[in-house]
């Protein structure tokens, strides 16, 4: 079965959120890794912030809601130079694994001043408890599976609007 979620969000939205906020926000959205992630990227936090939201919202749309017992935090989406990669953690990434995660792509992008994230998760084996080849407490699942980059990635960040 493959499940599709997507996500948009105003820029100018996330940057006064930032800059109200502070790192208060940061840190309800983004994990260490993933704040990591982005400065080693070079993104402002407001753009690392808007594409870490959409993407974890898109998750949440491909699931169907966020599943009763797990948290925004257990999604990690981590912004490198291949694009985004998606690491499931704790209760989602044992659900995840019970229902058979194979694979998992995000892709986010940027124009003008919205921020548009896609999802598509795909599980497999027979059922919803199907086998699944998902590394154990990551969500991982094979080399080319969630998290290993994708098509369209996310922008450098020459490419974001000022």
């Known amino acids: 079965m493959i499940t599709v979620g997507v996500d948009i969000v105003e820029l100018s939205r996330i940057r006064r959120a930032v800059r109200r906020s502070g790192a208060g926000f940061l840190n309800r959205v983004m994990g260490p890794a993933e704040r990591l992630a982005a400065h080693r990227r070079g993104l402002e936090d407001a753009v690392a912030v808007a594409a870490c ?18 948290s925004l935090q257990e999604i990690c989406v981590l912004l490198d130079r291949s694009g985004v990669r998606l690491e499931f953690r704790g209760a989602l990434a044992r659900l995840m694994a019970q229902r058979g995660l194979q694979r998992a792509w995000a892709a986010c992008d940027w124009q003008g001043d919205l921020a548009l994230a896609t999802v598509v998760l795909e599980f497999g084996g027979k059922g919803s408890g199907g086998g699944s080849d ?29």
């Open 53 to 70: 939201l959409t993407v974890k919202e898109a998750v949440i749309k491909a699931l169907g809601g966020l599943p009763r017992g797990t």
């Open 134 to 162: 998902a590394e154990p407490g990551t969500g991982h699942a094979g080399d080319e599976g969630p998290g290993r980059g994708n098509e369209l990635g996310c922008p450098s960040p020459g490419d974001l609007p000022d």
